[in-house]
């Protein structure tokens, strides 16, 4: 079984008081060899975007922002655009390493990692999101009801 740790957004525009303690737990389980494949998604926005243009969201619109901020080692960086890293590429790279199992970890429980998972869910592939990797830059209460709303939405089996 190929087992995929997906890393969303663990970026210098999402790290405050909130997320800043899983910034080291990330990086130690992105070292602990437990997965056949690591990967990381890297946001980025600008002045064209929907979340500049219609929310006013400034971050991830420089390279300071967008910058991971634990070591990738070379793995894969998934640029995205959008809340979810689901996309051509994603499942490109899912099918030519014959990934069977992907675990989601990083930033925000309430956005990009939900959109993800939903959106892997949807699309038959086996996803868990691992509860205690991830958090919301908007604090533990909109991330706690992110991690209820995704058991509701792929199933309790699913939040690990």
Known sequence: MNKLLLVIDCQESFVNKYTKKYVTKIDELVKSKKYNFIAFTKFINNNESVFYKKLKYEGCMNKEQQKIVIDTNQNKIFNKYIYSAVNEELEKYLKDNNIDEIHLCGFDTD??????????????????????????????????????NLQRLIGKESII
């Open 111 to 148: 956005a990009c990692v939900q959109k993800t998972a939903i959106d892997l869910f949807e699309n038959n592939i086996d996803v868990y999101v691992l509860k205690d990797y991830c958090m919301s830059s908007a604090g533990v209460k909109v991330h706690n009801f992110a991690i209820k």
